[in-house]
């Protein structure tokens, strides 16, 4: 089969990559580079092919999905702050882009169009765990963002019967993930921080909760939604089901790295959530099983920044 991944260089995208051609299949990917890293793709030289490009541009997607079975559309501007400081830029690669995806891929007759969403769009949901049934409620602009492409989806599988998946992922983490970006996620600022010996900062008390989950997860949840022919035209909770709060995380950390490193508390950050917790059993009725745990991903994705320092 033949898979065009978009933001292929991005932390998701290059796993997922990675995963397909150990798997054999035909890999096309499509990075502008804005925030995907060209050193994501290094063991993936020669065995994938590389079209650089930005989503917002119709000629550059009409090109990328030409020929494909499947489309796992991975690229956005990611960050809730990033979102918060720049709206306009935030609609325009995650809302335009998506949809000129979904249209070229329409046309071009791929099987499957898989889009990652977001848990962002269930907002501050008092009701936990957070369900697919629970009405939306997001509280930044790309969480609007997520929400708006998860609409059109539906769309344009009631409307055109195009299949189409969206997938809402629950703070991903792994290998890959950049620790430097100024809108870095909280697990790799975390753990190159305390490999350096530096204070992590953590906005707010650092009682907030969240489903972290493994890339392996994630990489799954993707490859079942494109296998499952009855996973169509909905959207589904990625996640592992449990919750720990970043004090718990930065514990856990601080015990597998072998460090006594306090954090830095600082205000929270506006737009952020308090509580993130999954109901995962819509995915699981349909063969989903969380293969990495929390403690276990964390172990591994220490290793990984071990060995790029």
């Not at 949809?99 to 499957?112: Q, T, Y």
């Not at 769009?121 to 708006?148: F, N, Q």
């Not at 994630?218 to 939604?225: E, R």
């Not at 790295?257 to 959530?273: H, M, N, S």
Request: proline share 5%; with cysteine.
């Amino acid at each position: 089969m033949k898979y065009l991944i978009t933001g292929g260089a991005g932390f998701i995208g290059s796993n997922i990559a990675a995963k397909l051609v150990e798997q054999g299949e035909t890999v096309r990917i499509l990075d502008d580079f804005s925030t995907g890293r060209r050193e994501n793709l290094i063991a993936l030289e020669g065995k994938v092919e590389l079209i650089e490009g930005d989503i917002r541009d119709i000629a550059i997607t009409q090109k990328a999905v030409s020929g494909m079975d499947y489309v796992l559309h991975q690229a956005a501007l990611p960050s809730v702050p990033r979102s918060v400081k720049d709206p306009l830029t935030s609609n325009a690669v995650n809302v335009d882009g998506t949809l000129n995806l979904l249209e070229a891929s329409r046309k071009a007759g791929v099987r499957k169009f898989v889009m990652a969403s977001s848990s962002s769009v269930y907002g501050e949901s008092e009701e936990l765990p957070k369900h697919e049934g629970l009405r939306p409620d997001p509280l930044s602009p790309y969480a609007v963002t997520k929400l708006t492409n998860e609409y059109y989806l539906k769309v344009f599988w009631e409307l055109y019967q195009f299949p189409t998946v969206a997938l809402r992922y629950f703070n991903i983490f792994g290998p890959h993930q950049d620790p430097k970006s100024e809108y870095a996620a909280v697990v790799p600022r975390f753990i190159t921080d305390l490999l350096a010996g530096r204070q992590p900062v953590v906005f707010g008390d650092g009682e907030q909760s969240r489903d972290f989950t493994y890339i392996d997860n994630c990489v799954q949840a993707n490859l079942l939604a494109t296998s499952h022919d009855d996973i169509v035209g909905d959207y589904y909770n990625v996640a592992c089901g449990a919750r720990f709060t970043l004090n718990q995380m930065l514990d856990i950390l601080r015990s597998v790295i072998g460090t006594d490193v306090q954090a830095k508390y600082d205000p929270p950050r506006e737009g952020d959530i308090l509580h993130s917790y999954a109901s995962i059993n819509k995915l699981e009725k349909h063969g989903y099983k969380p293969a990495v745990g929390f403690e276990e991903g964390l172990r591994r994705t220490v290793e990984f920044f071990r060995g790029q320092s």
